[in-house]
């Protein structure tokens, strides 16, 4: 029997955040909420509002003195330059704005709903969760708390023993893989652009021995990650036998995302998840990057249908489209959007070679690892 999916969401992620210029300044969670309101597919009983992580609960991985800075920052609208070289708060690449603290713990405590529901029973999925670049004392790559660490601490406080975290985005999972590195109950993978920010998660990366990582060539494609979930990624998780997976969703490993060179189509995006929240019996799927705001709407409201059980249309209803032809991105010239965006959500299969790089990461990944924990 297909487990109920939930979507966590809140309004709070319908008020601006960034700050223009930034790339997460476009509306990302808003449109898919706005979206799958349109197609009727946000039934009451599936939607659950996130609540937002007290100080006392963010204290359980962050340092307190970094919590208290962030606080006192986005209260005054200004971080002193001690502040910003100790935390990373005010910079370019994690800017302070109106709301920040309220956005990043209602980040942590949609994560933790999205992980108490799935030790229920359900399939979670909570597309403002995902930032995986969180360090315990200092905001990293847009991320100022480190959502999927406390996700999967609630799994282990239910007393999981074996748990596998999933990172699909195009950037690797750093902050996630050195937070669980010395934890024998968490196993993590990555699947992320070579060469990329933040140049981290080489492919002889064991983290503490219990991590995989797939660093892919640019022009990543459907048929090569296929080849990298049959050949590595699901053999490695029958082999765990996890009791949970944490799934991280970017959708900047699409084709025509800005800030990376992937080619993925957002159906082989739909299709590793649905692969992988089989693989366990507790399974939640976490959003992250993606910085074109109309594959980010079309790739998680695709998969928000997949878990939920329904079919999307193969041409979107008159108000679908409007919310999608209200979108505009200055990441993304004119000349490049594709009017296919405004009225389907799934893309185009983007097949091709597997190249000798993505089959030797493959055979790579296929030696056994230690599996900690009791069994």
Known sequence: ???????????????????????????????????????????????????????????????????????????????????????????????????????????????????????????????????????????????????????????????????????????????????????????????????????????????????????????FNDTELRHLMQRAVLPFAAELEPQAVVIVCGTDALAADPLSRLALSNAALWGAVEDLVGSAPVAMVLGGGGYNPWTVARCWTGLWARLSGREPPAILPAAARRVLEALSCDLIDDCLIDPAWWTTLADPPREGPVRPEVMDLAAGGEAPIGLGGPR
């Open 1 to 219: 029997m297909q487990r109920k999916a939930i979507f966590v969401g809140s309004d709070l992620w319908r008020e601006p955040g960034f700050g223009g210029g930034h790339p997460l300044s476009i509306p990302r969670v808003a449109s898919v909420m706005n979206l799958c309101a349109a197609l009727g597919w946000l039934e009451p009983e599936e939607f659950r509002d996130s609540p937002r992580a007290t100080d006392a609960e963010l204290a359980g991985f962050h340092d307190a003195g970094y919590i208290a800075a962030l606080r006192a920052a986005d209260a005054a609208g200004v971080a002193s330059i001690p502040v910003r070289e100790r935390y990373g708060i005010g910079t370019s690449e994690n800017p302070l704005f109106p709301g920040v603290f309220a956005r990043a713990a209602a980040a942590v405590g949609g994560s933790v709903l999205a992980a108490d529901l799935a030790l229920r029973g359900h399939v979670s999925f909570h597309p403002a969760g995902g930032t995986h670049h969180g360090r315990v004392d200092r905001a990293h790559g847009f991320c100022y708390f480190n959502d999927p660490v406390f996700a999967l601490r609630r799994l282990a406080q239910a007393g999981l023993t074996r748990m596998l975290y999933v990172d699909l985005d195009a950037h690797h999972g750093d902050g996630v893989q050195d937070a669980v590195r010395d934890d024998p109950r968490i196993h993590t993978i990555s699947i992320h652009e070579r060469n990329r920010w933040p140049f981290t998660g080489a492919a002889d990366d064991r983290g503490g021995g219990r991590s995989r990582n797939y660093p892919v060539p640019a022009g």
